[in-house]
Structures are given as structure tokens and as C-alpha cells.
Nanobody
Framework: QLQASGGGLVQAGGSLRLSCGVS????????MGWFRQAPGKEREFVAV????????YYADSVEGRFTISRDNAKNTVYLQMNSLKPEDTAVYYC?????????????????WGQGTQVTVSS
């Protein structure tokens, strides 16, 4: 129901754009978020965008480098990642939340994609 893609191997300072296709039944009226999980670490919040795409919220670690966006006509959410660092290496997950507001807690998300690997080499 959520299908993330766009991951890969990139050098530090490079860019990647992740995409997440979502079934219409889920995409409607949900906030969409991106999370990531590095080896041996807990899954952490990256960014979220509300249903109307008017509001966004980012983790401090990616603020100014990553941009979340959505195309409601295509039921797709994106994560543009610029100025990538080795510490951005992780499996990235998209998720959908029916909770009102810009939520950043894992427990607030109802649906999860399968993840896509991002590896940043130094």
C-alpha cells in the first residue's frame, strides 16, 4: 500500500530523491512522513508534510538539506535530499498518519512502506 523507491549509493555532498507511492484509500486526508533507520539504531523521524502540503516539519539533522513534498493527484510523496552526509546512511521509510497535525512519533503513524536503502560514501 506504500511503496518507497529512489534509494541508492551516492557520494557525500550528492543528492537523491526518494518517492513513495501510496494507495488512494490511504493517501486521502493523511499526513505523510519519512523516517530512517541506521544499522544498530532506532528508527527516527526525518520529515512530515500535512495533507494540503501547506505545512512541513523536519528533524534538526536534515533541516535545510532535505525537502518533503507531495503530489496529491499522483498519490505520491517525495523526499529531496541534498548535501548528503555519511551519517544520512540508513533505510528510509515512508509512512502515513491519520492523526491531525505534523506528527513525528512512530506511534502516530498508521501505515508503513517497506523501506529503501540510502548509502552515502565519504
Amino acid at each position: 500500500q506504500l511503496q518507497a523507491s529512489g534509494g541508492g549509493l551516492v557520494q557525500a555532498g550528492g543528492s537523491l530523491r526518494l518517492s513513495c507511492g501510496v494507495s488512494g484509500r490511504i493517501f486521502s486526508r493523511t499526513a505523510m512522513g519519512w523516517f530512517r533507520q541506521a544499522p544498530g539504531k532506532e528508527r527516527e523521524f526525518v520529515a512530515v508534510i500535512n495533507w494540503s502540503a501547506i505545512s512541513t516539519y523536519y528533524a534538526d539533522s536534515v533541516e535545510g538539506r532535505f525537502t518533503i513534498s507531495r503530489d496529491n493527484a499522483k498519490n505520491t510523496v517525495y523526499l529531496q535530499m541534498n548535501s548528503l552526509k555519511p551519517e544520512d546512511t540508513a533505510v528510509y521509510y515512508c509512512a502515513a498518519s491519520r492523526t491531525v497535525g505534523l506528527v513525528s512519533e512512530l506511534a502516530d503513524y498508521d501505515y508503513w512502506g517497506q523501506g529503501t536503502q540510502v548509502t552515502v560514501s565519504s
